[in-house]
Each structure stands twice: as structure tokens, then as C-alpha cells.
């Protein structure tokens, strides 16, 4: 299944340009349209690697530019009119705190832990065809936590409706548990919709994130 790129991560910084999570390229584009955040631009490597600074208008201007000389290096928001290059790093303009490191339970925190991956097929999917399963069913006494908790397809979870794992034949991939602090930033976030996200059209990220992630 191809991914959306509207699903497609992007980094989001504060105005300081501190790393403060992942987002999807659908909230970024929202937040570029609204004039509250700039495109960081990454070129070069290593020592050479220098950026700049776009707001959405000029970065129109941009992915014209990228789609005639590298359109393998992007992914594509295609439009009637145009296409537009979907940005590895936005930065706030207005938001000078710093990240929290309290990693939150939500519906999407738990996708980003287990990687958009469904802990029973081990396919990797959309956000609109995932759902959460509850491991132990709540029918049978099981909570609302981190250890509880896992990203199942919709055809999964409805499989293995009110059984545990091992009941339904459904082994997890991997045991759910809370995920380290600040993990939102780790490498599991980059390999949404696939093991391919781990690729060098991501490493302008590697600038804005501290060492080891």
C-alpha cells in the first residue's frame, strides 16, 4: 500500500530551533498556510551542511525548482495546479519553549511507538486504516496503559475481537511497554509507513536532534 504523503513525518522546531516532535506533513502545510511556521531547508552534508529559511510562498517557488531537478529526492502534495515538495523541517515562529519529555498516551502516540506498524499482521498502514486494540480486551478486566495497548489494523482488531493474543493465534511483534522519555523524536518515528523512512533524504533532521537519535 502506497502511503499518503500528507502522512508524511516532518520535524517540527521552536523558534529557537529546538526539536520538538513529530508531526504529520498535513498539520505542517497547516501550519505554513497560516503564516506560523517557515520551511528549514537542509543542503550539503557533514561539515558543508549549511540551510535556509522559506515561508510557504517562497517555498512554492522552491519545489518548482526541486520537481524539475530532483523529484526523487521529495515527496509530492500534488495539486490541479501544482506540486509541492513535502518539507523535512518546519520551524515554529512564535513558540520559544522547550520540548516536554512526558511522552503522553493518545491514539497517536501509541502509532508512533509501535512505528504505524500493526502489532498482529506486522504490515505497516495509514493512520485512517489503524486502529488501537486493547491486549487484554476490557471486557476481561484489561486498562488503558502503555503495556496494554497496541497499534492493530482495523481487519486484526476485528479478528481478534474479545480474546487475548494468544487465545486468537494473533502473536504481538513486539511487547507493548512506555516508551523512553522524548521518544516522539527517536528513530521509530522515522519509519513510519515503512522501513524505507531510514534514508538519507531524512538526514537534514540529524542537524536539529542531539546526538544518538
Known amino acids: 500500500m502506497r502511503p499518503c504523503a500528507l502522512d508524511t513525518p516532518v520535524l517540527l522546531l521552536n523558534r529557537s530551533y529546538a ?5 504529520t506533513a498535513r498539520r505542517a502545510f497547516t501550519l505554513l498556510c497560516k503564516s506560523l511556521a517557515e520551511v528549514v531547508h537542509v543542503e550539503g552534508e557533514d561539515t558543508a551542511t549549511t540551510f535556509s529559511n522559506y515561508d ?44 516536554r519529555f512526558q511522552v503522553r498516551l493518545s491514539r497517536r502516540t ?10 498482529y499482521c506486522k504490515r505497516h498502514f495509514r493512520t485512517g486504516d489503524l486502529s488501537v ?12 496503559s502503555w503495556e496494554n495497548l497496541v497499534t ?8 481478534k475481537g474479545d480474546r487475548t493474543p494468544s487465545e486468537a493465534g494473533m502473536p504481538l511483534a513486539r511487547a507493548p511497554k512506555r516508551p523512553a522519555p522524548d521518544s516522539v523524536l527517536n528513530n521509530g ?18 542537524m536539529f536532534l542531539p546526538q544518538g537519535r
Not at 501509541?110 to 506498524?117: A, C, L, V
Open 133 to 144: 486494540d486493547h491486549v487484554v480486551p476490557r471486557a476481561r478486566g484489561g486498562g488503558d
Open 19 to 23: 526539536a520538538l516532535r513529530i508531526i
Open 152 to 159: 492493530a489494523c482495523v481487519r486484526c482488531n476485528a479478528a
Open 110 to 119: 501509541i502509532f508512533e511507538r509501535d512505528g504505524h506498524q500493526c502489532q
Open 56 to 99: 510557504f510562498g517562497q517555498w512554492l517557488e522552491v519545489s518548482a525548482i526541486q520537481h524539475e531537478l530532483e523529484p526523487a529526492a521529495h515527496d509530492w502534495v500534488r495539486t490541479v495546479q501544482l506540486s509541492i515538495a513535502v518539507p523535512r523541517v518546519i520551524r515554529l515562529l512564535e513558540y520559544d519553549r522547550l520540548p
Open 189 to 206: 518515528s522515522m519509519s513510519r509507513g515503512k522501513a524505507g523512512r531510514r534514508e538519507p533524504r531524512y538526514a537534514a533532521w540529524r
